[in-house]
């Protein structure tokens, strides 16, 4: 009997070692089908639209679920590069150089380049106290934009990369000045990304948001 027991131990430890062992990318699958959430409040239109955000935790509810940001809270780390691969800051913490994912597209079909990220901070409505402290941004290229401030801000992550602001989180640049602000509450375009664990790719009408 306890021989039987032992080699069932034995068996399980090496089903176990295996498994962790194995390549993880091989055990995922694209995700596939839909999810659904409930919110127990009502959901108000400028919430689908990061430059709304004024100082309330609440539209981050919806804006986690269409949109994407440079850089956001998530489990872990509240400081997670997103849309953004990294980013430096200068020895006289007057320069923020931000590396952007490349090949990215909103759901529309328009790429996602540093204009959006430059176009999508100006816009922002609850960031005055951030946008007053930045002197320029530079689009050094497609894929890399660099925000230059008047002088050292040490919470300048704070409130660019957590809930403090909306200032971070990204339209598309293009579609917004075709669609005017009325048009894009009806129908944001967000970003989509794909990740080793997940693909985000919300939709609140098909093909009609960026990532």
Sequence with gaps: MHRRLALAWVIVLSLLLAGGLADPAA???KP?????WALYVTLAPAW??????VGVLTPFWVLYAMHDALVKPMPGNHLTPSLAESWTVSADQ???DFKLREGLKFHNGDPFTAEDVKFSFHRAKGAKILQDKVKEIEIVGLYRVRFHLHE???????????FATGA???VPKKYVEQV????F???PARCRRSSGWSTRACRSRPRAWPC
Excluded: C, H, S
């Design 27 to 29: 055990a995922q699958t």
């Design 32 to 36: 596939e089908g839909e999810m659904r």
């Design 48 to 53: 689908f639209d990061p430059a709304e955000v």
């Design 94 to 96: 007057r320069v923020y």
């Design 152 to 162: 050292p801000f040490p919470d300048f992550m704070t409130y660019y990369g957590t």
């Design 168 to 170: 971070g989180w990204i």
């Design 180 to 183: 005017g602000l009325d048009g």
């Design 185 to 187: 509450k009806k129908n």
